[in-house]
């Protein structure tokens, strides 16, 4: 492999330039651009590999994509090419220099790598290294050694690649003027991939953490010590695994840091919270735009929280929101005209590519006119079409809350001084599946899976409103509010926000007009809480047996048209098995839990004027 170490030579990239023309396999991109390969040294003195393709036709000068990620800046060789470049074809097409970085630690990249490295305190900035500073090296060493490049950079990634572009906005470089983080990693404990509200996403920890986890001692192309998946069945192997001591002696035989780094912190302690990058967005100068899906199992709370951080800490910043009716990462593939059963009426995935992200990097890396985005482009399920807004959450969202009846009602009206209460038990040897199908990783077609399966089972509860005497678009923030009383010590408490459709419904399934979505109930959205952290997400506490509590957390938000004559329906129930691990309903250390500590409880929740359980919402005027 051939090491740039200082500025790269024109003549080497032009003879390599004619040696890729001539390889057939490789068209169309290589008849187009040449790709070299370098070493970015970093303030440090560490260097970070990136694969660099420029456009062969030097006659004008073109922006700079950089996309730093801990997946690979795959391929590797000075002949080896890659099929498409940029976020999608409208790129490559118009021509750019794409960049594609391996960051600290990662595949040939030098130095070590840390998971959501944290970002340094404001005061420590110029006193070491962070993935912000090394994002302004690497942009400052572009700017001032590519051949063709105009002086303008965009930084774009999906997932954890999504943290990388936002926190590279952080003490923006001069010459970053666009930045899209997609799907961006922001907080591991409180609502992205590992953690929700402190409970243990235990198929996304397993699956994802058993191949990248695993150390890679020396920079390489092909990283080895990844843990191979058991051949066990989906549900089985994670029944294996519980109690969770079992995922280290049995599984992973502590050789995963970061696994071992999860065991150590089991609260919201400050090895947390210096990965929560919300908090620590200074000096965005660049114009941002951040993507989400609202369908998305791993990362739309980080979407959501990317935005409003940079927003609360950049007062005036040019920043932007688009949220879609995708899973994680779907805006970038696809027609995006469907998802599970549920038709979209629109190619939303090719809008989108078209529309809003290549016309965002044109126009402010290119100068391209006729760009007048709204601060928030977000997509309304149910009713299937876009909205914009000046803000988000919309301004003009009428605060409501949803409470739960007696008699399994839900309505927007207090339920009366005698509500009285509901129960059910639950059992960890006998716990809620998360969906109908369960295999080592997670189905993303669960965030809008009809619920009727679940319905039935006494430890589900279910509450429902009457037929909707009109179109109803809840926008925004949902809290979720219930008063408990549980017999165990501790109990996790979800909560599902559902839309059912008319048994008279015409609407069918999503590529079967043979299959009706008759009495279909569609999950809009759902969130767990462990109950231990009701008051403190630092000092857990034991529930007292019996003793009414209130359980209070954030639902990620939503922006949904339940229609006139469908209703609206709030389930609560207490295990969703495996997609979040088991709470022994004893309160303790779970990582730490035996087998003798997992019981029974009746969970009783309460709704009356005195103890109102309920979820608050905002409600559009008029939508």
């Known amino acids: 492999m051939k090491r740039f170490g200082g500025l790269i ?13 001539g390889n057939a396999q490789l068209a169309p991109i290589s008849e187009r651009y040449v790709k070299y390969e370098l070493y970015i040294p970093m303030r440090d003195g560490v260097r970070l590999f990136s694969n660099v393709y420029i456009p062969i036709d030097r ?127 922001t907080n591991w404990f409180m609502g992205d991939d590992f953690h929700h509200n402190g409970a243990l996403f235990l198929m996304d920890s397993v699956s994802f953490i058993s191949s990248f986890g695993p150390a890679r001692p020396v920079p390489t192309t092909n990283p080895k010590g990844q843990i ?84 609360k800490m950049n007062p005036g910043a040019t920043n932007m929101i688009v949220m879609g009716p995708w899973s994680h990462g779907g805006w970038s593939r ?118 009727r399966f679940v319905e039935g089972r006494p430890d589900v509860l279910a509450f429902k409103s009457e037929p909707l005497k009109e179109d109803t678009t809840l926008a925004g923030p949902i809290i979720a509010d219930l008063f408990v009383s549980i017999t165990g010590t501790d109990a996790d408490f979800i909560v599902k926000l559902i839309d059912v459709y008319p048994d008279d419904s015409k609407e069918t399934f999503a590529g079967d007009d043979t299959k009706s979505l008759a009495g279909y109930e569609a999950m809009v959205r759902a969130e767990v809480m462990r109950g231990k952290f009701r008051k403190s997400f630092q000092k857990p506490e034991a529930f007292k047996p019996g003793q009414v509590s209130e359980v209070k957390f954030e639902v990620p938000d939503v922006l949904h048209t339940f229609k006139k004559g469908h209703r609206i329906m709030i389930q609560v129930q207490s295990t969703w098995f495996p997609l979040v691990d088991l709470n022994p309903q004893t309160f303790g250390d779970i990582f730490k839990a035996k087998s003798s500590d997992f019981i029974k409880a009746t969970h009783t929740i309460y709704h009356s004027t005195l103890y109102p359980s309920h979820i608050e919402v905002g409600v559009l005027p008029g939508k």
């Open 334 to 451: 696809g027609p995006g005209d469907r998802f599970g059963d549920i038709a979209l009426g629109a190619k939303t995935g090719e809008e989108y590519r078209e529309k809003v992200e290549y016309a965002f990097f044109a126009h402010y890396l290119k100068d391209k006119p006729g760009y007048k985005p709204a601060e928030a482009t977000m997509f309304a399920t149910g009713a299937n079409k876009w909205m914009e807004f000046s803000s988000w959450p919309p301004k003009a969202r009428m605060a409501k809350s949803l409470f739960i009846q007696p008699n399994k009602a839900l309505s927007f009206n207090m339920p009366g001084s005698d509500g009285g209460t509901s129960k059910y038990v639950s059992d960890p040897a006998n716990p809620v599946p998360y969906y109908t199908k369960i295999d080592k990783r997670y189905s993303q077609p669960y965030m809008n899976a009809d619920q």
């Open 59 to 185: 006659t004008k000068t073109y922006p700079i994509m950089l996309n730093r990620s801990p997946y690979s800046a795959s391929p590797y060789g000075p002949t080896a090419i890659r099929g498409s470049l940029g976020p999608s074809n409208h790129f490559s097409d118009d021509g750019y220099i794409f960049v594609y970085q391996d960051v600290r630690g990662k595949y040939l990249s030098e130095g070590n790598f840390l998971d959501v490295r944290p970002q340094l305190p404001e005061a420590f900035r110029n006193k070491g290294i962070d993935e912000s500073t090394d994002t302004y090296d690497t942009i400052d060493f572009l700017v001032k050694t590519l051949p063709a490049n105009n002086g303008r950079v965009g930084i774009w990634g999906i997932s954890y690649p999504g943290f990388y572009a936002a926190v590279g906005s952080i003490h923006s470089h001069p010459a970053l003027k666009a930045a899209s983080p997609q799907a961006p990693v």
């Open 228 to 311: 191979p998946l058991p051949p066990t069945e989906g549900a089985q192997f994670y029944k294996e695994v519980t109690p969770l001591s079992k995922v280290n002696t049995d599984y992973f035989k502590g050789k995963i840091a970061f696994w071992n780094d999860m065991v150590a912190h089991t609260t919201y302690d400050s090895y947390w919270q210096a990965r929560n990058t919300t908090d620590k967005f200074y000096g965005v100068k660049t114009a941002v735009l951040t993507v989400g899906g609202w369908y998305d199992a791993e990362d739309l709370h980080g979407a959501l929280h990317t935005y409003s951080g940079i927003e």
């Open 9 to 21: 030579s024109l003549i080497a990239v032009m003879i390599l330039a004619v040696a890729l023309k």
